[in-house]
């Protein structure tokens, strides 16, 4: 008889970064040491990273813990803002694993508008999939608007320099999941949704540039539409107490879904699939450039 799973099972979170504010224009970002043991455990395994991105309070972290077969997890490291990753890998198989890390919230207010954006520029580096999280009952406009500023991308990076760095940024981007929450149409409608958002006729100026970038960065982007976890509010109010067989069946085809499309394969740069040696050495190169101010050049740190 298979295991019942409870909301007691669970795969502990820890934060990827540690950001230290001095005032309000000198910080560092810096990995954090208990993601030195992650590291360890697949530094010879080819490596997938999936990111989970979104607004505050839109269900994040259910999704990352669904990813890691958990109900618990990643809600219970939300102390300020930055990133948290499951302290285990999910295995793919002898060769492969895959690191599911999740933002703590698309703020970007003045104070830490700076700080946010380069996180989020370190994440979009790394990832081999963005899972873009949307509430339904939220304008998904301003939602998309959000992910769009975050792809200011070169302005934030460079591949090797050279004149054409947009073209070449757009082989080294991640795959990207817009995921449609708490959507009681259906899939074929929630794609036409964000379809006609993305090439919003009526949007001007500075809205227009902000959803065009994603169309442009993500030509292949893919949508999934998924039902509410559970029918009471008052149970999704406390969702992380919920077991995994108690949830609804259509959210639990939903989850199934969504991990098929964010498990698709290591992540790759300049054409090389990464490992976990790789990785941990990627991450410590971007944060030296973030941290001095210098876009990250891929090809330089990759070397």
Same mark, same amino acid.
């Given at each position: %008889? =298979?295991?019942?799973?409870?909301?007691r099972s669970r795969?502990?979170?820890?934060?990827?970064?540690?950001?230290?504010?001095?005032? +309000? !224009?000198?910080? +560092?970002?810096?990995?954090?040491? $208990?993601?030195?043991?992650? *590291? &360890?455990?697949?530094?010879?395994?080819?490596? $997938?990273?999936?990111?989970?991105?979104?607004?505050e309070k839109s269900?994040?972290?259910?999704?990352?813990?669904?990813?890691?077969?958990?109900?618990? $997890? %990643?809600?219970?490291?939300?102390?300020? #803002?930055?990133?948290?990753?499951?302290?285990?890998?999910?295995?793919?198989?002898?060769?492969?694993?895959?690191?599911?890390?999740?933002?703590?919230?698309?703020?970007?207010?003045?104070?830490?508008?700076?700080?946010?954006?380069?996180?989020?520029? !370190?994440?979009?580096?790394?990832? +081999?999939?963005?899972?873009?999280? @949307?509430?339904?009952?939220?304008?998904?406009?301003?939602?998309?608007?959000?992910?769009? #500023?975050?792809?200011?991308?070169?302005?934030?990076?460079?591949?090797?320099?050279?004149?054409?760095?947009?073209?070449?940024?757009?082989?080294? %981007?991640?795959?990207?999941?817009?995921?449609?929450?708490?959507? +009681? $149409?259906?899939?074929?409608?929630?794609?036409?949704?964000?379809?006609?958002?993305?090439?919003?006729?009526?949007?001007?100026?500075?809205? @227009?540039?902000?959803?065009?970038?994603?169309?442009?960065? *993500?030509?292949?982007?893919?949508?999934?539409? %998924?039902?509410? /976890?559970?029918?009471?509010?008052?149970?999704?109010?406390?969702?992380?107490?919920?077991?995994?067989? &108690?949830?609804? /069946?259509?959210?639990?085809?939903?989850?199934?879904?969504?991990?098929? !499309?964010?498990?698709?394969? /290591?992540?790759?740069?300049?054409?090389?699939?990464?490992?976990?040696?790789?990785?941990?050495?990627?991450?410590?190169?971007?944060?030296?450039?973030?941290?001095?101010? =210098?876009? /990250?050049?891929?090809?330089?740190?990759?070397?």
């Open positions: %008889m =298979q295991k019942r799973e409870t909301s795969v502990r979170a820890v934060p990827f970064l540690d950001v230290t504010t001095k005032d +309000s !224009l000198k910080y +560092s970002m810096q990995i954090n040491r $208990g993601c030195v043991e992650i *590291f &360890d455990k697949i530094k010879k395994k080819q490596l $997938g990273v999936v990111s989970v991105l979104g607004g269900g994040k972290s259910l999704l990352a813990n669904r990813l890691c077969k958990t109900m618990r $997890g %990643m809600e219970e490291e939300r102390k300020g #803002r930055g990133v948290a990753v499951m302290e285990q890998p999910v295995k793919l198989g002898d060769e492969e694993a895959v690191l599911v890390l999740e933002t703590f919230g698309m703020h970007f207010q003045r104070d830490s508008k700076e700080i946010e954006e380069k996180v989020l520029a !370190l994440v979009l580096l790394l990832s +081999s999939t963005l899972v873009f999280n @949307c509430c339904a009952s939220e304008s998904l406009e301003h939602q998309l608007q959000a992910l769009g #500023r975050l792809l200011d991308l070169p302005n934030q990076m460079v591949v090797d320099g050279a004149e054409n760095n947009e073209a070449l940024l757009l082989k080294e %981007m991640p795959r990207l999941i817009i995921v449609l929450r708490d959507f +009681s $149409g259906g899939q074929s409608k929630a794609e036409d949704t964000v379809r006609a958002c993305l090439e919003n006729r009526d949007a001007q100026g500075h809205r @227009c540039r902000l959803l065009r970038r994603i169309g442009r960065y *993500f030509p292949d982007y893919k949508v999934l539409a %998924m039902v509410k /976890p559970v029918g009471q509010t008052s149970r999704l109010q406390k969702i992380f107490n919920e077991t995994w067989e &108690d949830l609804r /069946p259509e959210f639990r085809e939903d989850m199934k879904a969504l991990e098929t !499309l964010a498990f698709t394969g /290591p992540k790759k740069v300049l054409g090389n699939c990464l490992d976990g040696t790789l990785f941990s050495h990627l991450v410590q190169q971007y944060l030296d450039c973030l941290n001095s101010n =210098q876009p /990250p050049n891929i090809k330089a740190r990759f070397q």
